[in-house]
């Protein structure tokens, strides 16, 4: 059997494709429930000082400040796993990915260091507690 290029590129750009829909699916699953993607954008400027603050934080892991340094990368690059133009889940990758982040982030920092970094208001702070799933 003969195998042509194109026949080899379109099932590289078809597997692809699979990878980057399974992957839609699944932030789509992950998404915080009780946070909107309205919040989470309104917070974003108190919650890249705070990623900023902890990324810099020399008292956390190693492992922590690189997942932070890469989530800030992330933000500030123009390229999102979902373009931006598409509606709704558009922008709601970026939150689900900082959500994930922050449940990581959480988990080995502990939530301490979320009140110690976070810049804005105590609403501001619950809303990202939700974000970063701790109760209350």
């Known amino acids: 059997m003969s195998f042509t290029w194109w026949s080899v590129l379109i099932g590289v750009a078809g ?4 990878l980057w ?3 839609i699916v699944a932030l789509w699953i992950g998404k915080p429930d ?3 993607v309205r919040d989470a954008m309104r917070l974003l ?3 890249v000082r705070m990623l900023r603050r902890l990324a810099g934080d020399k ?3 190693g492992g922590v400040r690189l997942r932070l340094w890469l989530l800030l990368a992330y933000l500030a690059l123009p390229i999102d796993l979902v373009p931006d133009f598409i509606p709704v889940i558009g922008y ?3 939150a689900v990915i900082v959500a994930l982040a922050l449940r990581s982030v959480t988990r080995r920092a502990g939530p301490e260091a979320l009140e110690k970094h976070w810049p804005g208001t105590p609403d501001g702070l619950a809303a ?3 974000l ?3 109760a209350g």
């Open 15 to 18: 597997g692809v494709l699979l």
């Open 21 to 23: 829909m399974a992957l």
């Open 34 to 36: 009780e946070l909107t």
């Open 45 to 47: 400027p108190d919650l």
């Open 59 to 61: 008292t956390l892991s």
């Open 92 to 94: 709601a990758d970026d």
């Open 128 to 130: 990202v507690r939700r």
């Open 132 to 134: 970063a799933g701790l």
